[in-house]
């Protein structure tokens, strides 16, 4: 299942390959319309997710076009849905009105416009290319929006907010869209803390690692890849606890709850580098951590670094 349409990163010009429903047919917007060609933003992380106990998070999307030419904006939404395992891929376009349409419909994204969409995985399902059943699933995965005939940096751009309700309110947090260039890493870098049982906020580390769908340097097809993550010890440099491996398809994202247990990091270590390697495979990879709160289950984002050197 590819996310990997063409796009123009930076002058790069990126092959198209299909996109699938969600029952694994190629969708009638797939086989019939002309797929938009431009500048691309990627949300690596989309979710709507069951938390401990009855906490729900619930992911809230923003695309913008900057400028002041209509364009037809597509996205590619690509994840799984977490109860089944199943794989999710469907494509289309945002239309005049600012809705999730079959691609190509609904008329051009107006300049210097917004699409807001409160509950995108609701929206979907309201749109008709996800199914109901979805919601109380769960799901996990990453957008692709290309802004077709734009090839400017900040021609486009989208925002994810993630947030839970607490106090009769909500908490969250946000993630800017990452523009795609010809240079996407396949070594990422960030910092991880466990701070329970300690003085002061309760913290632990999630990481969600996304195959972008695109190669480095726009060389070859995108496929699937094997990323290793792996801890090193603040206190000495040196690698530390067991390296985990994930094999990651086109275009999706996957989690690891809890980081430094999940890598055995030693009790006494409660801050760590953690390094996220392909070590198999032809994809770019795009990563986001998430400092999460014990007691509010608010998690603070972060993009992780490439490694270039």
């Known amino acids: 299942m590819s996310k990997m349409p063409a796009i123009i990163a930076t002058g790069l010009l990126l092959a198209a390959s299909a996109a699938f429903a969600f029952d694994g047919s190629a969708p009638q917007a797939a086989r019939e319309a002309v797929p938009a060609t431009g500048f691309a933003v990627n949300l690596p992380l989309v979710a709507r997710l069951v938390g401990a ?12 076009n900057n400028t002041a030419t209509a364009t037809q904006v597509d996205w590619y939404l ?3 849905n977490l109860r089944t395992s199943s794989p999710i891929g469907v494509i289309g376009s945002i239309s005049t009105a ?14 210097k416009s917004n699409a807001h969409f409160e509950d995108v995985i609701d929206s979907f399902i309201q749109a008709g290319f996800l199914p109901a059943a979805i919601k109380d699933d769960g799901f996990i995965g990453s957008i ?7 090839t400017k940096r900040g021609s ?5 907010r993630f947030f839970n309700s607490f106090g009769g309110g909500t908490i969250g947090q946000a993630l800017k869209g990452h523009e795609i260039t010809a240079k996407e890493p396949q070594s990422l870098v960030g910092l991880a803390r466990d701070t329970r049982g300690k003085p002061g906020a309760q913290l632990y580390a999630n990481i969600f690692v996304n195959n972008m769908g695109v190669t480095p340097g726009g060389v070859g097809a995108a496929n699937t890849v094997t990323v290793r993550i792996q801890a090193v010890a603040n206190s000495t440099g040196a690698n530390v606890g067991t390296p985990l491996d ?11 709850s809890d980081v430094l247990a999940q890598l055995k990091v030693p009790a006494g270590e409660d801050t760590i580098l953690v390094y996220v390697t392909v070590i198999q495979g032809t994809s770019a990879i795009a990563a986001v951590f998430a400092e999460v709160d014990v007691t509010t289950r608010d998690g603070s984002t972060t993009e992780m670094s490439p490694v270039a050197f």
């Open 144 to 150: 692709l929006f290309v802004f077709n005939g734009l």
């Open 98 to 111: 600012g809705a999730f349409v079959a691609q190509g419909a609904g008329g051009l994204m107006r300049g």
């Open 78 to 80: 690509n994840g799984v």
């Open 246 to 256: 994930a094999v990651i398809g086109v275009g999706q994202t996957v989690g690891v």
């Open 53 to 64: 106990g009855p906490t729900l998070y619930i992911s809230t999307v923003d695309v913008q």
């Open 156 to 160: 486009g751009s989208a925002t994810v």
